[in-house]
């Protein structure tokens, strides 16, 4: 298959996603371009016969510029087999209300867009202390304190599950 992967990441953890993404498709015999979103607009997804979209969700909702890029393309998309990789640490949770949470996330994206992914997956993202401020810094403590769990500002923490991911990429490539 030929795949188009758009991304948009704030603190790298969906781009680096998006990467292990690129290369376990390459791997599989997949011909894969990998694009930001911001340069994605204009992009003949006509040429592709399959499309990741990746985005990381913060106060739940997802980058501006994939958001722009869905609306924009969600006529192309609809043609094409899709995958949303939605990139949170809430993901990380088994809890029912987290979950429906995400969901939400989901829905109010599709609305905003007008497309309606063909499949949706939920990755745990990751603690990027090296690349917060320290106000983010901070919040994102208190965020993980509320989950009874103690970070180290000093220590970025991944919670990305990757052979998942990988069993996510080769079902939806069974399509």
Known sequence: MKIAIVYA????QTRKIVRFCADH?????????VIHAVDARDLDL?????????????VMHYQKELAEFAKVQAGALAKLRTLFLSVSLTAASNDPED???LADCVAEFSAKTGWTPGQVAHVAGAFMFSEYDFFRSWA????AAQRGQRVSPNEDREYTDWQALAATLDAWRAG
């Open 9 to 12: 990441t704030t603190e790298g």
């Open 25 to 33: 498709l390459i791997d599989a015999g997949d011909s894969v371009e």
């Open 46 to 58: 006509a040429r592709f016969d399959g499309a990741i979209v990746a985005g990381s969700i913060h």
């Open 99 to 101: 979950r429906a949470g």
């Open 140 to 143: 994102m403590r208190w965020i």
